[in-house]
């Protein structure tokens, strides 16, 4: 089994920043993606960001040029560096992993940004 834990929400004002951690702990074994998703009041939740072993870093179209996803391997730990947000960036962030057919999730941090 595999535990995901978030960390590194709360509320920022608009152009701030926050960094988001997954810590990833349990029977990882080979991580084929891992990645950060969102889930607005009301809407479906969204993919912001991945690491694949195939295609490195992506992310969605909304967040190019001010997220970056990196990971520290040692400690098993993916981050989601956020800049310049925006009100619309608001959302509980979720962190995926995907690893030998079976997909992970935490329970997710909550990002608010006020205008």
């Known amino acids: 089994q595999v535990q995901l834990v978030e960390s590194g929400g709360g509320l920022v004002q608009a152009g701030g920043s926050l960094r988001l951690s997954c810590a990833a702990s349990g029977n990882i074994g080979s991580i084929n993606a891992i990645g950060w998703y969102r889930q607005a009041p009301g809407k479906q939740r969204d993919w912001v960001a991945g690491?694949?072993?195939?295609?490195?870093?992506n992310y969605a179209d909304s967040v190019k040029g001010r997220f970056t996803i990196s990971i520290d391997n040692a400690k098993n730990t993916v981050y989601l560096q956020m800049n310049s947000l925006k009100p619309e960036d608001t959302a509980v962030y979720y962190c995926n992993l995907y690893s030998r057919g079976n997909n992970y999730w935490g329970k997710g941090t909550l990002v608010t940004v006020s205008s």
């Open positions: 690491l694949t072993s195939g295609s490195g870093r």
